[in-house]
């Protein structure tokens, strides 16, 4: 297992959303306040308060000890981009050993701080799987850079596939030598194109013609659905030009 030592110089590291632990501190905090204030209350004025407020204090007391445990761990929660790979919780990953990206990334704003839904796993060479948390500070960036950084290991290795002969498949997109097969569809490279769509939550196959510049939408697939959707552009793109320049 590789380790961080191993990856190269460190270049950024992103913590854990300071905002969002600094939340979960307020909470914890208050809760324990009201776990101590509840019995303090019903000794004051045990009508006024109720036994109610005997049952509180321990309910409190559990959601308050839980949150600052909360805040504590994710205190050693960050990632970090190395000269060769990155960090995460201790685990050291080389760019070269990332075989599939997957992601998806809501930003939900609302409350006291906004957060984000979604997942990103990384899979690996030897079959496992590094999952982030979602809560690094500047997420949108965490997953662009990680892209960025693989993107030569997989653009590479998915052109050299289909350049030997091979086929590739992406969910509902088959890759072969000649072209792109999906929903019983067959398009030839020089007339493929993935884009995103739908604010970057779908990526869409068109057969483009290439002399003309019009094009029918093939079909839709949700971008969290996929592995290295950023790639599969990029290959398509370069295998349409191939193609096209084959014409002439």
């Known amino acids: 297992m590789n380790t961080p030592q191993t990856l190269g110089s460190a270049q950024r590291t992103f913590v854990y959303d300071p905002e969002q632990r600094k939340v979960t501190l307020m909470v914890g905090l208050g809760m324990l306040g009201l776990a101590v ?3 303090v209350l019903y000794a004051i004025d045990p009508e006024a308060a109720g036994v109610i407020a005997l049952y509180l204090s321990p309910l ?20 970090t981009f190395f000269e060769h790979g990155f960090g995460y919780r201790g ?3 080389p760019y070269q050993d990332i075989r599939g990206i997957r992601y998806k990334l809501v930003h939900v704003t609302g409350g006291s701080a906004s957060y984000n839904k ?3 796993h990384v899979r690996l060479a030897d079959g496992r799987r590094v999952s982030t948390s979602m809560q690094l500070e500047k997420m949108d960036e965490v997953i662009g850079t990680l892209i960025g950084r693989a993107m030569p290991t997989l ?8 350049l030997s002969g091979q086929s590739l498949t992406f969910g509902p997109f088959a890759l ?21 769509s739908g ?9 483009v013609d290439p002399d003309e ?16 959707t950023d790639a599969l552009e990029a290959v398509a793109e370069e295998m349409r030009s191939r193609a096209i320049r084959a014409r002439h």
């Not at 653009?155 to 289909?162: E, K, R, S």
């Open 155 to 162: 653009h590479g290795g998915m052109l050299q596939a289909l």
């Open 118 to 120: 979604g997942f990103l």
């Open 213 to 228: 510049g019009d094009y029918e939408v093939v079909h839709k697939a949700k971008l969290a659905d996929l592995e290295n």
């Open 176 to 196: 072969h030598p000649q072209g792109v097969v999906c929903r019983g569809k067959s398009i030839p490279w020089e007339r493929v194109a993935f884009s995103s």
């Open 37 to 39: 204030a509840f019995p």
């Open 91 to 93: 685990q050291g990953v």
């Open 60 to 79: 409190t007391a559990l959601v308050g000890l839980g949150s600052l445990a909360h805040w504590v761990y994710t205190r050693g929660i960050s990632l």
């Open 199 to 207: 604010s970057n939550t779908h990526v869409q196959l068109m057969d």
